[in-house]
């Protein structure tokens, strides 16, 4: 008995999104049959996992396992199991709709696109296998029942643009997914799916490392032409990461890879580890060579999948990775822990923490052994993940050294590639103590600030820090091998040389009364206003003293909802400038007058806008200006 179907539409966005993938993206369609299976695979996990936390949970876990059913008579194929299923509102939420957040971006992304493989790598982001069905069928049925419910729920669509959800009294524990298959055609890649030997085919060569039984009726014929058929296991089941190193090839690595990441692309980087002594465990770590879409989303999901003796024990175990690594896919298998772990034990446990250690510190210089050994890889790392990476430098004091080696940045060096501190320091001029920065918004902001001029005119190398965390890591991070971080914007900088002829203390002289002037009529905005030696073509820039927050910082920790006080700059001229120059002749010939002193505003907001700052009366400011350009007509 059921009851009456509602029939729903899928999103506007998802249905667009649905057709393009099932009619433009995919090659390989054979990749449906191991979606279908892992996502089989996680339900098994998670039935087991549910019964030892609610042992009053009515649920059956005495022969777990994953079952194939092809029909050749009415053309369907069924992927059944017995794991944790789904209730009537779960089925909505994770198969009703595609991609709730991020689909418009996904799309827009995909129209600009013309490269099938830089497609595919889009739509992988977005785990989306369970719609891979519709690649070789015309309509899709699921029927689940969540474990301890007494009611079932069934789902079926075409994929076009509607789906019906209909309640089930008489379902069975677990979820089938049958699909309607297409006809058979070579030319398209769709193959007869109905066939044992193809199935079979398919799930040694995507699924062989499943933990748990895959079945099938398999049909053989013996040497006198008699033809049988019996279910079978297809799968070996051979926990992939418990196996050495030399008895894995690369491509069992890449579909175990895809099978637990519901990532279509393959992995940048393999880790494959095992640790004996006081703490025994084996780990199968993964490098993505595309960061998903919400990498940097609150809703992200972090951290690798917890075994305990080959038992699954939890998705996501944050407490076995950083936060700045949640980028790493892969397996830990631990031996000494208890089957019954919780989340709150393993905060406390000191065998996790010692396995956290040793699995960063390898994660760290495997992509150090990458900079070196293969550095088209590592450029790809650093595009897709640096940014996660950086924030580490503000919570793993321990291994800061570390991220700081593999660290990239932009600098005036060059305008096409990035730059380790170890090649900024192996250029450093001669006399040079610190390594200089500037951060902010964009590459081309920062190139053409104020700030930057003198140390472009000296051949002096800046990195240029535009990454958000990069405002935050530089404050509390103090050096790189003994040579300190300085901030170009903040602080006194002198790059000039030796002051033999007394030359500096003469300027001071000649311009204090008119520096002094300008400090008082500015006060409510600027600190101090003082010479600089960091300009060479601009009139004048604001810079920060060496403690003091950043303006950029600033306006992020407000964007936050922190109170934070005003801070107060500091104006830096330029005796050379003629604006400068005529200024102070002004003032010491004439003494204050009114055109001065909107000079004086005028220089001051120019210099906020040449670093991209904003003004604090804007309409103040363009009236002056107006009104100075008149007078000039």
Same mark, same amino acid.
């Given at each position: 008995m059921s009851t009456q179907a509602e029939t729903f539409e899928f999103q506007a966005e998802s249905r667009k999104l649905l057709q393009l993938m099932v009619h433009a993206i995919y090659s390989n369609k054979d990749t449906f049959l191991r979606e279908l299976v892992s996502n089989a695979s996680d339900a098994l996990d998670k039935v087991r996992l549910e019964s030892f936390r609610d042992k009053d949970l009515e649920v059956d876990t005495s022969d777990p396992h994953i079952l194939i059913e092809a029909d050749k008579e009415h053309r369907t194929l069924t992927v059944r199991d017995n794991g944790i299923g789904m209730s009537r509102d779960e089925v909505q939420d994770l198969i009703g709709t595609i991609a709730k957040s991020g689909t418009a971006e996904l799309l827009q992304q995909l129209k600009e696109t013309q490269d099938g493989a830089a497609a595919q790598e889009l739509i992988g982001q977005f785990g989306l296998g369970f719609y891979a069905s519709f690649m070789v069928a015309d309509r899709v049925t699921l029927l689940t029942r969540r474990a301890? #419910?007494?009611?079932? +729920?069934?789902?079926?669509? +075409?994929?076009?643009?509607?789906? +019906?959800?209909?309640?089930?009294?008489? &379902?069975?524990?677990?979820?089938?997914?049958?699909?309607?298959?297409? &006809? *058979? /055609?070579?030319? $398209?890649?769709?193959?007869?799916?109905?066939?044992? +030997?193809?199935? =079979?085919?398919?799930?040694k060569r995507y699924s062989d490392f499943i933990s748990w039984p895959i079945r099938m009726e398999v049909e053989h014929t013996d040497s006198e032409g008699e033809t049988t058929r019996q279910v079978e296991t297809i799968n070996s089941m051979k926990a992939l990461w418990a196996r050495p190193k030399e008895e894995v090839d690369e491509e069992e690595y890449r579909e175990f890879y895809k099978h637990i990441s519901h990532d279509w692309n393959d992995p940048l980087e393999t880790i494959h580890l095992r640790a004996e002594g006081t703490i025994e465990y084996q780990a199968l770590l993964f490098v993505p060579s595309v960061a998903p879409f919400d990498l940097f989303t609150r809703d992200h999901k972090r951290g %690798?999948?917890?075994? %305990?003796?080959?038992?699954?024990?939890? $998705? /996501?175990? #944050?407490?076995?990775?950083?936060?700045?690594?949640?980028?790493?896919?892969? %397996?830990?298998?631990?031996? $000494?822990?208890?089957?019954?772990?919780?989340? #709150?034990?393993?905060?406390?446990?000191?065998?996790?923490?010692?396995?956290?250690?040793?699995?960063?510190?390898?994660?760290?210089? =495997?992509?150090? @052994?990458?900079?070196?050994?293969?550095? @088209?890889?590592? &450029?790809?790392?650093?595009?897709?993940?640096?940014?996660?990476?950086?924030?580490?430098?503000?919570?793993?004091?321990?291994?800061?050294?570390?991220?700081? #080696?593999?660290?990239?940045f932009e600098s005036t060096h060059d305008a096409e590639s990035k730059t380790t501190l170890r090649e900024y320091i192996e250029r450093m001029k001669d006399g040079q103590d610190s390594i200089y920065y500037i951060t902010g918004s964009s590459r081309s902001k920062v190139e053409n600030s104020p700030h930057i001029e003198a140390f472009r005119d000296k051949g002096m190398e800046v990195l240029l820090l535009t990454d958000p965390? @990069? *405002?935050?890591?530089?404050?509390?991070?103090?050096?790189?091998?003994?040579?300190?971080?300085?901030?170009?914007?903040?602080?006194?900088?002198?790059?000039?040389?030796q002051d033999e002829d007394?030359? /500096?203390?003469?300027?001071?002289?000649?311009? &204090? /009364? %008119?520096?002094?002037?300008?400090?008082?009529?500015?006060?409510e905005d600027v600190k101090e206003v003082r010479l600089s030696s960091r300009l060479s073509s601009s009139p004048a820039c604001v810079v920060g003293d060496n403690n003091d927050m950043g303006p950029t910082l600033e306006k992020m920790y407000r964007a936050m909802g922190h109170e934070v006080p005003p801070v107060k700059r500091i104006l830096e001229v330029n005796p050379d400038h003629p604006l400068v120059s005529g200024m102070r002749d002004s003032y010491d010939?004439?003494?204050?007058?009114?055109?001065l002193k909107e000079t004086a505003e005028l220089v001051h907001g120019m210099a906020l806008l040449a670093e991209g700052g904003e003004l604090r009366e804007p309409a103040q400011f363009t009236s002056l200006l107006a009104n100075r350009l008149a007078q000039t007509l």
């Open positions: 301890g #419910e007494s009611t079932g +729920t069934r789902w079926d669509s +075409t994929g076009e643009g509607t789906y +019906t959800l209909e309640t089930v009294e008489e &379902a069975p524990q677990g979820t089938a997914v049958t699909l309607h298959l297409k &006809a *058979e /055609d070579q030319e $398209d890649s769709l193959l007869d799916y109905t066939d044992s +030997t193809t199935i =079979t085919g398919i799930i %690798v999948q917890l075994y %305990v003796k080959r038992v699954f024990i939890m $998705d /996501d175990c #944050e407490e076995l990775l950083p936060e700045y690594l949640r980028f790493v896919k892969g %397996v830990v298998d631990a031996q $000494d822990l208890s089957l019954n772990v919780s989340r #709150e034990i393993l905060q406390q446990d000191r065998q996790i923490q010692m396995m956290r250690k040793r699995l960063v510190k390898k994660v760290l210089s =495997t992509v150090k @052994d990458m900079m070196s050994q293969d550095p @088209d890889s590592y &450029a790809k790392f650093w595009e897709q993940f640096g940014q996660a990476v950086k924030e580490g430098l503000l919570n793993d004091v321990d291994n800061r050294e570390q991220i700081l #080696e593999i660290a990239s965390v @990069d *405002e935050m890591w530089v404050e509390s991070v103090p050096e790189f091998d003994g040579k300190p971080f300085q901030s170009i914007a903040k602080g006194q900088v002198d790059l000039d040389e007394g030359k /500096d203390g003469e300027r001071q002289q000649e311009f &204090a /009364d %008119v520096l002094s002037w300008m400090s008082t009529k500015l006060a010939k004439n003494g204050e007058s009114q055109e």
